[in-house]
């Protein structure tokens, strides 16, 4: 099975098993609409109980189920157990029910995947297991009876529980805050009993739950479970744990994705605190019937898991104790520290809880219900005061109906949020962004309108609560949707809403076939310039109803180019040129598809994935051809001028192109090349005042602000340079470049700790283990340079072995060998970058992976052959 066939497995099979009966039944009839086999794949792996299948390593269980190697039958046996039937597939191997026949009882056989006995490594993990296991003895854990090894296959004998699993139990939505307290409660005491043993489960979640008739908890398979050496938390030892250095390896990632803790999906060592978070994940989804945290895919859940936070559970329901959301809150901290300093704290604050919900008492809620107390007094008016109530009522809706109907101001300012990907399927995902961007692109021709800018409204996507986002954006109204796609038919839904009173202003579901896309499109640009009261011209109207091509299928490749090319990956860039392509044989004319290739080709010889020879041409070739098909096309001419700028360095005239093409806003927020251009002038001010502008168009902007900064830092305003840095890294921990701008900063001003701090964690973000090595002890200004050269070192040998296989940029080698000190070769290669024109030469006065060299007068010779002045 293809990678890409078994993330579609993966995606149909996680979303059809949140589905029951004929909803599940529908649900795959028309995802798998054309293809049988892939819902065949998916049925299959439904077939198998919860038990034993884990939420992401699909690939395993897949590969379990067409193993050619056969299952145990029915009637085998195996030490001195008889096999009754198959009851689930899990990672590293088959739940079977079987009978001890020598205490005559039923017990779960775990038994290693043929496919894995081989293995050492799973071998000695599956023997890790069984000793942990065998340590525990709890209510609130499924009991281990035996080990051992029989007919070449090893074994774990563990207690047979009745019951259903929690995953199962959730399948008809939330639980009452009773059954949530009880089932927290005895999870987390069954934890806290293995965490005074030193044992973390680390893949716990409602699949590894069982839940008893009678409602009770065991927690099933400490599969990933490892001895963690903490200090002893049995009854009246300290609070505290310390994690001591274990045999797991660092930086490996095992676990559940959606239930992992931060550290867990960083690749960090964990302790008993993921557990916790884990079990804050599984209150939070029994309370609220929906996972914290759920993305189209798991990047973007591990994403989401690292850096942002859940829906407010007190938005979700009005009944949730205020106690409890706060136990859920810490149980959910991105740092450990922030949790529970000890399980048992943690498992006493749910059971007295419980107890006190239980028992009838007066426990505060998080929020008083307007709802529920203005129906609640309903109740209480006598019933001759109904007519008097219904005339009111009347009265009121007559008012609505005027103000809603009458004329009113205009409304000036709009938000379209990122259009939902409602089929959660990751190669769709370029339909619903297409959407936005193309709707974003059609409403900022309307000049009394003011359209929020895509690098901002994309921050907010996923968001659930639009009037928030549009009264946080100082937006009016706020247009939100979400689309899907099933073989030739899509669905369409837009919702357009008044942030300032709530009012949905206009709604529409649009079912239509694909071919339908820019119909549908232009229908709901209209219907917004109808309900915000906009009075068009004729041309503005005219405008409105332009594009770029009306072949619905050139259109489409066009968006799914555009969504790949923006990930910048050389791959990605490789196939939406030939999307790019097919779109223009299907219209040659379309005159946005010959910028987007053109564009592809740009990104290839600045980026060095081409040389910049031949590179440059095929992109020239793409712009003049969309300049003839439309003369005087803006971005024709700055890129154009990008070229000039990039590859001819003609410095004169490209400074009065970009001094002129500067005042079109459409460019400000385009690829920066004109702010690059004052900035290898060295002159970095005018080059802050550019970028300015351009926020004030898309204030949420990280990567705009992430250019200022730079900017900043290169004019020497180093205390606005460290700000800027600093409220990019609150509000984008993920973000390398600010670490790496910050560190620069901080070391120019002499806090060296500071300094070493942010670039430790920038070379951890970008999975740079030899700069955290280096980094790990560094103390002085040596270390930290050092650390620095190490990377370069390991950048430069990986650079040098992709030379050997394919083509290398001179420069990229160049500037590597700079940084490491290695000067001869450094100028030799930059004397090849030269002669190939590489476009980052006209960086060589600002870039200060130069400084080593910088002295030399063979670079400053460089530096006049590119004539930067």
Known sequence: MTPERLRQVEVLFHEARERTGSERDTFLARACADDLELRHEVESLLAQPAIGVMDTPIAVVVANLVAETPRLVSGATIGPYRIDCLMGVGGMGEIYRARDTRLDRSVALKIISPALVGDLSHRRRFEKEARAASALNHPAIVTLYDIGESQGMSWIAMEWVEGKTLRQTLYNGSLSVPESLSISAQISAGLAAAHAKGIVHRDLKPDNVIVTADGHCKILDFGLARQTFVTTLEAGASDTATALPTTTIEGAILGTVGYMSPEQATGRPVDFRADQFALGVICYEMLSGRRAFVRPSAVETLSAIIREEPVALASLRSDIPEELLAIVARCLAKHPNDRFPSTVDLSNRFERLHARV?????????????????????????????????????????????????????????????????????????????????????????????????????????????????????????????????GEQI??????????????????????????????????????????????????????????????????????????????????????????????????????????????????????????REAWAQAVAEIRTALELDPGNVLARAALATRRFYYDWDWADVEKEFRELSTNQRLLLGPQAIAFFYWACGRPDESVALIERALRLDPGNLELRVMKADFLAQAGRLNEAIAGYRAIVVDEPMHPRALFGLADVLSRRGDLNGAIDAQRKAYQLTSEDVGVRALASARTEKDYQSAQIAVARARLDDYEALAKERYVSPLDLARLQAQVGDREKALASLAAAVAERSPMLVLLKVDRSWDRIRVDRRFAAIVREVGIP
């Open 358 to 486: 239980i028992s009838g008492e007066s426990v505060p809620a998080a929020t008083a219900s307007t709802v529920q107390m203005t129906t609640q007094s309903a109740w209480r008016i006598p019933r001759r005061g109904t007519a008097i109530i219904t005339a009111l009522a009347i009265v009121l809706a007559g008012a609505t109906w005027v103000r809603l109907h009458t004329s009113r101001t205009p409304i000036d300012s709009l938000a379209v949020l990122p259009f939902e990907n409602a089929s959660k399927d990751p190669n769709v995902e370029y339909l619903g962004e297409g959407l936005t961007d193309s709707l974003i692109d059609e409403m900022s021709l309307v000049p009394s309108l003011k359209v929020m800018a895509r690098g901002t409204v994309f921050r907010f996507k996923g968001s659930i609560d639009p009037r928030a986002v549009g009264q946080q954006l100082g937006a009016g109204a706020v247009l939100t949707g979400s689309v899907a796609r099933r």
């Open 491 to 612: 669905a369409i839904s837009a919702e357009l809403i008044d942030t300032s009173t709530g009012v949905r202003l206009w709604g529409e579901k649009y079912n239509r076939a694909s071919t339908e896309l820019l119909d549908v499109q232009d229908s709901i640009a209209s219907e917004i310039a109808t309900r915000l009261g906009l009075h068009l011209s004729q041309p503005e109207k005219q405008a409105l109803a332009r594009h770029g091509t009306d072949n619905t299928q050139a259109y489409e490749l066009f968006l799914k180019a555009r969504f790949l090319v923006r990930d910048e990956v050389e791959e990605n860039v490789l196939e939406g040129r030939r999307l790019y392509q097919q779109a223009l044989e299907m219209d040659p004319r379309f005159v946005d598809a010959h910028l987007g290739l053109a564009a592809t080709y740009a990104k290839s010889a600045v980026n060095g994935y081409q040389p910049p």
